[in-house]
């Protein structure tokens, strides 16, 4: 049996990997322009479809039967080849996205609610919140009577949802709304996945706000549709085992700490093990410039250099699933902060002051040309200005006590899956 996901744009879709933890069947993805629909709609070879954006509501005119709740959403987002050949429409976007409210019910009932978008997603999100008893419910668009530039009309919601792809990936780092403008908004739902915190996520944490992802509700989405790709259900307890192994696998894990505390050989190891793409900034910072870190200090200004490491980490931060080593003074530039964590686990890893590690912080005559900041700067004096910042950024601290068994402690902590054999971590175990 071949399912797969039809859409226009889909080069970053996670919808392969969750479905293969959901059942042993072939599932692709079908890129299709909008000329094309029709005919892959009729002729194309599979039994089952997703449907993303922008064809939910294109797809319809081609389906011999809809589910009562497709015809009552006007959307489609599952699509079954019976065994006649016809094909059935249904909507499971409604299931996934109430899932991803589970636990939200006294946010929502009987107070207002806020819409942001007027697609296929919104009507979606307009009828579950409605099912869940919101007092009332207005979408917020572009043109409408509700509109973006009248959005303080709204100061008192109580619960706003983003149905757009503003702050989408590549987009990363827009939203479509200041959260500041909605006062008595008490959480915050984003049905974007990807980044895993979008920008409207990331301000909401910033003023104290819950906010909620869209990774839940595409897994759900998928499990809903599964079930009836294959005629039986499955557990719902499948969707948080699910969640969880994406967002581990999709996360970066992005190292912090001083100069010389092994963020560079660490990262090496650790996306060795894993199987992942490592980054390093300052290295990143190297190629962009054509120049050595020194030479951009003495003949940029640190503040140019500055510049240009929060643009490499806007780069690294926007993707996923890579392991992400930083210079020691990424935590002075405040920016950078939502940058990585929008897509990552910070991890601050921290040694002792022996005199070896003094001779890497740049105490040697070597040490000091590689690092500029320690040609003014004593590495004691650094570390305190440093440390509040490290440890506020940070989701874990881990102490160095060696290249090999650290990466194998925060691959522990972390509960990751590392590739190939496993000999190394029973040696250091």
């Not at 409604?94 to 609610?113: C, D, N, P, Q």
């Not at 104290?208 to 005629?231: C, E, H, R, T, Y």
């Not at 090496?268 to 990143?284: F, M, S, T, V």
């Not at 590690?357 to 500029?372: A, D, I, S, V």
């Amino acid at each position: 049996m071949t399912f797969g996901l039809l859409g226009e744009h889909l080069s970053h879709s996670y919808s392969p990997l969750i479905h293969s933890m959901l059942g042993k069947y072939t599932y692709k993805l079908f890129p299709t322009p909008k000329e094309e629909l029709a005919a892959f709609l009729t002729e194309g070879d599979f039994n089952g479809l997703n449907v993303t954006i922008p064809y939910k509501k294109a797809v319809i005119p081609y389906l011999a039967e809809l589910s009562p709740r497709a015809r009552k959403l006007g959307s489609v987002n599952t699509i079954l080849r019976r065994a006649d050949g016809s094909l059935y429409g249904d909507n499971t976007d409604y299931g996934g996205f109430r899932y991803m409210l589970r636990g939200r019910e006294s946010l929502i009932r009987g107070k207002k609610a806020l819409v942001l978008g007027s697609g296929g997603a919104s009507v979606t999100a307009v009828q579950v919140l409605q099912d869940m008893g919101a007092g009332k419910v207005v979408v917020i668009s572009r043109n409408g009577a509700n509109n973006y530039d009248n959005l303080d009309c709204h100061a008192d919601a109580a619960f706003l949802v983003n149905t757009t792809p503003v702050g989408m990936y590549p987009d990363n780092g827009e939203a479509a709304v200041d959260l500041t403008r909605l006062p008595g908004l008490q959480c915050v739902a984003d049905i974007i996945y990807n980044p895993e915190k979008t920008a409207l996520m990331l301000q909401a944490k910033s003023l104290g706000i819950p906010a909620i992802g869209g990774l839940s509700m595409l897994v759900a989405q998928a499990k809903f549709s599964a079930d009836i790709f294959l005629g039986k259900k499955q557990k719902d307890a499948v969707i948080e085992k699910i969640r969880q192994k994406i967002s581990g696998q999709m996360k970066n894990i992005v190292l912090i700490g001083m100069p010389g505390c092994g963020k560079s050989i660490i990262g090496k190891r650790l996306a060795a093990i894993l199987g992942r793409e490592w980054i390093d900034i300052d290295a990143e910072i190297v190629k962009a410039a054509g120049k050595p870190i020194p030479e951009i200090f003495q003949q940029d200004g640190e503040e140019a250099f500055r510049r240009l490491e929060t643009q490499c980490v806007a780069q690294a931060g926007k993707k996923s699933g890579c392991v992400i080593s930083t210079g020691g003074g990424v935590v002075t530039r405040p920016q950078n902060k939502d940058l990585l964590r929008q897509n990552g686990t910070i991890v601050y890893i921290w040694r002792q002051m022996t005199e070896t590690y003094k001779e890497q912080l740049g105490l040697g005559k070597k040490g000091t040309q590689n690092r500029p900041l320690l040609a003014q700067h004593s590495p004691k004096e650094l570390e305190q200005q440093r440390r509040p910042l490290y440890l506020a950024w940070s989701d874990v601290k881990i102490l160095n006590i060696g290249i090999q068994e650290t990466a194998w402690q925060l691959i522990s902590f972390l509960r990751l899956s590392p590739v190939g054999k496993k000999k190394s971590h029973k040696k250091h175990k």
